[in-house]
């Protein structure tokens, strides 16, 4: 099986560029209120810098980065980047937050424009950062990840018997993959991650194999602590007037809509 390299090329100003969208983004959420979406996304990107720089770079050896450039430095911002943003992004989902919409619209806009803007306002002479990994060091480790986290979904609904109180598998799926697409194709579009790819399937190959495994591999794990803390705490870090089980808390996650007004959002 060909070996997947997910390959990233940009100027410096790409990483200012996000880090600046990055505290927008977290002030929009912190004025709205979304503590706990706020924290969710922090720790999951020192999560994804644990794993990034301590797995895959000092245990597996997978990360490779250009000359006069930090890896660590520049793993620490990518692993904010993708694990703040992705992860936030997926509790407002889960959590079907009123202004979803706005949320995805704010999120998928910036991937497509950060690129055009660094090529646009990059200074000249100044060389690029390219950084690299390969994946068949860990890939099967995270499919094993995927199929066990799924697989006690699967069990977990088949012996539900009452159906308002299943898990939403679609729902989850969607989820997990359409994150992770966005922003591998926000990447694959304003060429970050297709710069130094030549053939058709090494450009698309990131892609289709890290929508389907990267971020989905989660969702199952991500959707439990949801449950967990929203049985019996509010998005603004207050404890519920009336705690629930969990599987009453499922139920109620999947009467909830997006845009209806909720208590738990205050």
């Known amino acids: 099986m060909t070996e997947i390299i997910a390959r990233r090329e940009f100027p410096p100003l790409y990483i200012w560029l996000d880090i600046a ?8 959420l912190i004025y709205k209120k979304k503590y706990m979406t706020v924290i969710v996304g922090f720790l999951i990107g020192i999560l994804y810098m644990i794993v990034d720089y301590g797995i895959f770079h000092l245990v597996c050896g997978s990360r490779s980065i250009s000359e006069g ?5 520049v793993l620490l911002w990518m692993s904010m980047s993708y694990g703040f943003t992705n992860f936030a992004w997926i509790w407002l989902w889960i959590s079907k937050d009123k202004h979803l919409f706005e949320w995805s619209m704010l999120i998928l806009m910036w991937w497509f424009v950060c690129p055009l803007l660094t090529r646009t306002f990059a200074p000249a002479g100044m060389d690029n950062i390219v950084i690299q990994r390969t994946t068949g060091e ?6 094993l990840i995927l199929f066990a986290g799924y697989l006690a979904v699967i069990i977990y609904n088949l012996r539900q018997k009452d159906s308002k109180r299943r898990i939403n598998i ?3 799926l969607a989820i997990g993959v359409l994150v ?3 922003w591998e194709a926000g990447l694959l579009v304003g060429g970050i991650r297709s710069a130094g790819f030549v053939t058709f399937a090494e450009k698309l190959g990131p892609l289709i194999i890290n929508s ?3 971020t989905n591999l989660g969702m199952p794990i991500i959707y439990l602590i949801f449950i967990a803390y929203t049985s019996r705490f509010t ?13 009453e808390r499922i139920r109620e996650n999947n009467s909830e809509r997006v845009r209806e007004v909720r208590q738990t959002d205050e």
């Open 170 to 172: 679609p729902w989850l």
């Open 138 to 143: 860990y890939h099967g480790y995270m499919a």
């Open 212 to 214: 389907l495994l990267e």
């Open 180 to 182: 992770q697409f966005g």
């Open 21 to 28: 969208f990055l505290v927008i983004f977290a002030g929009l």
């Open 235 to 247: 998005e603004g870090l207050h404890r519920r007037e009336y705690s629930v089980s969990l599987t």
């Open 69 to 73: 450039h930090s890896l660590f430095w």
